[in-house]
């Protein structure tokens, strides 16, 4: 059984509180909160007050997704504005193990993020330090996008990494989710999918988060 985390991307932001507390009466485990600069990603999404904002009505835990440039600069203020899951990308992190460490010593988990494009192999020293993997399987950036199939075998493989070094970090698959991959992700061995648009673009949210949640293999 996966754990969701329905992405707010994909919500009415003029009604974020509402949309909150329907995520609150779900089954879903977190609320994946995307942060984008503009600059590490071709799209601006919100910031910190917003996170803050969704934090005050919050009952699930915050994963945050921080698609910025300079993570290291912010870690403090997304713990305080209420991330309970902190993730930078691998790509924006020149001094990667140092930023993990400071995320672990402000007292939350640890996510790396890595792209489409990037070899997983590029974590294979740091697995053991991190809670997560968010396994990018669209181009981040913007919701709504085109499942990259070549997810599968990523997924696969990084499970394999993740036994050899004896981490214990989950896997999060992350863009594109619907039930048309989530079955054979959670089979390659996804621990936890995220999902926007399929969550928010349904008129039924709470039994599209239901039937995600459900998948047993
Ligand atoms: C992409 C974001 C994803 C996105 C997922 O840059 O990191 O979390 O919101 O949205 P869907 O599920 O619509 O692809
Ligand atoms: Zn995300």
């Known amino acids: ?34 942060v984008m600069d ?15 904002a969704i934090f005050r009505h919050a009952t699930k835990p915050l994963d945050v997704h921080l ?5 290291e600069l912010y870690l403090e203020d997304f713990v305080k504005a209420g991330a309970a899951v902190l993730t930078v990308h691998v790509e924006a992190c020149t001094h990667l193990h140092r930023t993990l460490q400071e995320i672990k010593r402000l007292g939350v988990k640890a ?3 890595i792209n489409p ?15 997560l993997v968010c396994l990018m399987s669209v181009n981040p950036g913007f919701g709504g996008q ?9 997924v696969v493989n990084l499970k394999k990494l993740i036994l050899k070094t004896g981490s214990r970090a989950l896997i999060e698959v992350d863009g594109g989710v619907s039930n048309q991959n989530a ?35």
């Open 146 to 154: 085109k499942f990259i199939e070549h997810t599968y075998s990523k």
């Open 183 to 217: 079955r054979r992700l959670v089979e390659a061995g996804a621990d936890i999918l995220v999902a926007g648009s399929f969550v928010f673009g349904n008129s039924d949210p709470h039994a599209t988060i239901a039937s995600l949640k459900s998948i047993a293999v």
């Open 111 to 113: 996510g790396i993020a």
């Open 1 to 34: 059984m996966p754990q969701i985390a329905p992405s707010i991307l994909a919500a009415d932001f003029a009604n974020l509180q509402k949309e909150v507390e329907m995520l609150n009466a779900s089954a879903a485990d977190y609320i994946h909160v995307d």
């Open 117 to 131: 494009h990037s070899p997983i192999e590029l974590l294979s020293e740091v697995l053991e330090e991190i809670d």
């Open 67 to 71: 698609m910025i440039v300079n993570p």
């Open 38 to 52: 503009g600059i590490f990603v071709p799209n601006i999404s919100f910031g910190l007050p917003v996170t803050e």
